[in-house]
């Protein structure tokens, strides 16, 4: 995948970090970032992509049972080592900045172990 | 009266009622056939090296959504939408000479894949007018042959009239059958092959 130090950040991109943010050690899948942003797939897949590329989100094929959950395996999305300050510092600047993008991140994401509030 | 409007508006219910419940259960059975042709035709449009894992991670997506039928047909095609984005991204950005080439040639492709579609069309309806001012021109000639008289001069007008009608020409009155359906055919058939011919240029020129 081709990285890039640092991409053009987007709205949408910002609510899918904001999302990611709010749990960070978990996985999430397509639709599920979906529900929790209200973005249309139309937008989330590119976003996603653009992410996965720069390196701030890495995706891996979901490992269950597809006989046993009766549904074929999902992918699943979550934050890099990398990516997570680089969200953290995205969505602050959005902020800071209090445009558009700042008032549809919301609220200040959770701080980070060891990072002041 | 009253009760002949409660009857009407009762069976009318029914009615409407029965042709949503059709409408719904034959939908369970179309919806799926069109999300995986949405999805399909959604995978095409990315570039083959991505398109295998797009195609499962969405597929995957749709078919866990497959208890909301409308829901998931919306997503299927909004992922289109997806796909178009997604495949300009991932395409490196040709030239404007090089993009204007490929797009005349396309456009060139697809003209003259039409034309010949066109071609064929047309030729096939002067087949059939000619057979059909055929069978017409022996039954003339024999009805000549019959009354006998100036043979000669009839077959020659009659041959001219027959002519005409071939070549769609226009001594002959609106109103005579064989005109009026030879002039409508091939009308019908040259909007047909121009709408194609409009739609696949507009297709290659906007992809």
């Known amino acids: 995948m081709a990285k890039s130090d640092y991409p053009r950040v987007t709205i949408q991109m910002l609510a899918i970090l904001r999302a990611m943010l709010d749990r960070p050690l978990e996985e999430r899948y397509g639709f599920e970032l979906l529900a929790i942003t209200g973005i249309q797939s139309g937008t989330l897949y590119p976003a996603l992509m653009r992410l996965e590329r720069v390196g701030w989100l890495q995706s891996h094929w979901e490992e269950i049972d597809e006989r046993r959950e009766k549904r074929p395996r999902r992918r699943l999305y979550r934050l890099t080592a990398e990516g997570e300050p680089a969200a953290r510092k995205a969505i602050a600047k959005a902020k800071r900045e209090d445009g558009l993008a700042g008032r549809f991140v919301g609220a200040p994401p959770i701080p980070a172990k060891g990072e002041g509030a | ?207």
């Open chain 2, 1 to 207: 009266m009253t009760v002949l409007v409660v009857a009407l508006a009762f069976a009318g219910s029914m009615a409407v009622a029965i042709a949503i419940g059709l409408v719904t259960e034959d939908a369970k059975g179309w919806i799926p056939h069109l999300r995986r042709h949405l999805l399909n035709r959604a995978c095409d449009r990315l570039p083959s090296t991505e398109r295998d894992r797009w195609h499962a991670e969405w597929s995957a997506e749709l078919e866990a959504a497959s208890d909301r039928p409308l829901w998931s047909l919306a997503q299927a095609i909004r992922l289109n939408v997806a796909a178009r984005t997604m495949a300009r991204e991932l395409t490196p950005p040709q030239p404007l000479g090089e993009r204007v080439r490929s797009q005349g040639t396309a456009a060139v492709s697809a003209t003259s894949k039409h034309l010949a579609t066109l071609g064929g069309l047309l030729r096939g309806v002067r087949e059939t007018a000619e057979r059909l001012a055929g069978s017409e021109l022996r039954e003339v000639r024999a009805f000549a042959r019959g009354v006998g008289g100036h043979y000669a001069e009839q077959m020659r007008q009659i041959t001219a009239l027959v002519g005409n009608v071939v070549r769609g020409g226009g001594t002959r009155r609106r109103d005579d059958g064989l005109y009026f359906y030879f002039r409508l055919l091939t009308t019908v058939l040259s909007l047909i092959a121009t709408f194609a011919l409009a739609l696949n240029l507009g297709e290659s020129l906007f992809r």
